[in-house]
């Protein structure tokens, strides 16, 4: 089945620095990723959507400056958060869509990355 | 009103009961319809995927969709503990590119 890693899983970072996560498809090429953002007992929220060798496009409210997304090739794309805030705790997860799929194709989760903010 | 409304739960159902879900939309431009499982701390995991009005079943699972209602539903046959997490109704609206809106999603809790 479609395989989606992210890394790093777990991340730690001072307030004031840099992140960068990593989402792969590891067995299928997506042309759309999609990144969200859940805090707890919360639903997954939508930041952006990626398109390979485009720029992304961001959800009402989402810091474009502040979440800066590359997605590269067709295997990989990045979030970094800039100049991380203890309020950007929270837990990412990359998701996507496999090019062959059709319109009614699923997306498939990676297993998150939980990033706390000191 | 939210897109996609969820009952936040918890549901608790005994141990081989069927547990109901049930989820609501507001875009009747809505095309394909998604259940996602969520155990705590992990991403999301789907479940089934339904675009035509009745029923789906896979297994244990059958999805029903109500376009004319604008309402989907989760069947869980044979509750198993395992089956205890919290569960993400999704929409995509083919308008949006692709982008899949989430509920907030139902705790569903099985007890023995």
């Known amino acids: 089945g479609a395989v989606v890693s992210q890394h790093p899983s777990r991340v730690i970072c001072k307030s004031g620095t840099s992140v960068k996560i990593e989402c792969r498809s590891l067995?299928?090429?997506?042309?759309?990723m999609f990144w969200y953002r859940q805090f707890p007992k919360q639903s997954l929220m939508l930041m952006a959507t990626?398109?390979?060798?485009?720029?992304?496009?961001?959800e009402q409210g989402v810091e474009k400056d502040k979440f800066l997304i590359n997605h590269a090739s067709l295997t990989l794309s990045t979030l970094t958060v800039t100049s991380a805030h203890p309020e950007d705790s929270s837990f990412y997860i990359c998701?996507?869509?496999?090019?062959?799929?059709?319109?009614?194709?699923?997306?498939?989760f990676g297993p998150g990355t939980r990033l706390t903010v000191t | 009103q939210k897109e996609v409304e969820q009952n936040s739960g918890p549901l608790s159902v005994p141990e081989g009961a069927i547990a109901s879900l049930n989820c609501t939309y507001s875009?009747?431009?809505?095309?394909?319809f998604f259940w996602y499982r969520q155990y705590s701390g992990k991403s999301p995991e789907l479940i089934m995927f339904?675009?035509?009005?009745g029923d789906k079943e896979d297994g244990r699972f059958t999805a029903q969709l109500n376009k004319a209602s604008q309402y989907v539903s989760l069947l869980i046959r044979d509750s198993q503990p395992s089956d205890s997490a919290t569960y993400l109704c999704?929409?995509?609206?083919?308008?949006?590119?692709?982008?899949?809106?989430f509920g907030s999603g139902t705790r569903l809790s099985i007890r023995p």
């Open positions: 339904i675009y035509s009005n």
């Open positions: 875009d009747r431009g809505s095309q394909s």
């Open positions: 990626s398109n390979e060798g485009s720029k992304a496009t961001y």
């Open positions: 999704a929409v995509r609206r083919y308008s949006s590119a692709s982008k899949i809106i």
């Open positions: 998701s996507a869509r496999d090019r062959l799929a059709g319109p009614i194709g699923e997306q498939y």
């Open positions: 067995d299928f090429q997506a042309t759309t």
